[in-house]
């Protein structure tokens, strides 16, 4: 039931977080590049409060996976690391903490336009 419950919790988080995206998107005139900017400096900032760390304790992957979990780790990172070497640590800290994940989406973006040659569309 732990697990199940779990799942729930991930979901509704999630769906919560994509629902105000998708109502800035029907009533506002914003750029999707834009929203995902507003997401990621959202993430930022609440973890710069400490309000999205429970956040995702509550809820795991519905709170770190979209792309306001990015903001949030490279703010635990910067300030994780500025604990420990000051100044370089904020600096390099939150890039530090979010490679791996990085190194995958640019890793497997580029297997899959191997694989499957993307071309643009014609109409």
Do not use: W
């Not at 729930?8 to 029907?26: R, S, T």
């Not at 995702?56 to 990015?70: D, K, L, N, Q, R």
């Not at 949030?72 to 979010?98: F, P, S």
């Amino acid at each position: 039931m732990d697990v199940f419950l779990m799942f729930v919790k991930a979901f509704l988080v999630g769906g919560g977080i994509c629902l105000i995206g998708q109502i800035i998107i029907n009533y506002t005139h914003l750029t999707n590049g834009k929203i995902l900017v507003l997401f990621l400096i959202a993430g930022a900032i609440l973890e710069g409060f400490g309000l999205y760390g429970p956040l995702v304790e509550f809820a795991g992957a519905g709170a770190s996976v979209p792309i306001s979990g990015f903001g949030y780790a490279l703010v635990r990172g910067a300030v994780q690391a500025a604990k420990q070497d000051g100044v370089y640590g904020a600096l390099t800290g939150g890039l530090a903490a979010c490679a791996t994940g990085v190194s995958i989406a640019i890793v497997s973006g580029y297997l899959v336009a191997v694989l499957f040659r993307p071309r643009t569309k014609k109409n």
